[in-house]
Each structure stands twice: as C-alpha cells, then as structure tokens.
C-alpha cells in the first residue's frame, strides 16, 4: 500500500504467484528499464532509498504451467531527508 517513503529509507518489493505458486526467472523493471542483475530471488530491495528511485515498479517470472506472467505496477515516490531530530533549547 501507499505510504510516505524517505531518503534512506529501505523498500522490499515482492515478486509473488497467485495461490502461493512459486515464481522463477524472475526479473524486475522500473518504468521500462529492466534493473536485472544477480537478484538471488524474488524480492528486490531499494537501500537506502534516493530521490532517483522513484517511479514504477513491476516484475515478470515464469509461474509454474502459466508460463510468463507481468505484475501489475506499482509506485514508489521518495521524498526528501528524513528531518533533523529535534534538540531542546
């Protein structure tokens, strides 16, 4: 679900199957750019988060006898620093 992500913070998207069906061959894009590279599964983790890793996010796999499927995509908006603690006078 939306919520308000930082910089610096850590996002962990999920690549799943319907009914628990396992997803191999999993590959993951950001708006059409394809971010593959030695994932080792099927999450990828943005940390800590920069302003650039904004956009949107979907993955692909082979799931089981379905074969090649596309996830709907979804959107991540960093915002700015987190802001300074605040110190007592």
Do not use: I, M
């Not at 950001?30 to 800590?48: A, C, K, M, N």
């Not at 920069?50 to 996830?71: A, I, M, N, P, V």
């Amino acid at each position: 679900p939306p919520r308000v992500t930082l910089e610096g913070d850590t996002v962990t998207l999920h690549c799943r199957g319907w009914w628990d069906t396992p997803v191999t061959e999993v590959r993951f894009y950001r708006e059409d750019e394809d971010l593959s590279r030695p994932l080792g599964g099927s999450e990828l983790s943005l940390s800590p988060l920069e302003l650039q890793h904004s956009g949107r996010y979907r993955c692909e796999g082979r799931l089981g006898s379905w074969g090649w499927k596309e996830s709907a995509a979804v959107t991540v908006t960093v915002h700015g620093e987190h802001p300074a603690p605040n110190t007592p006078p």
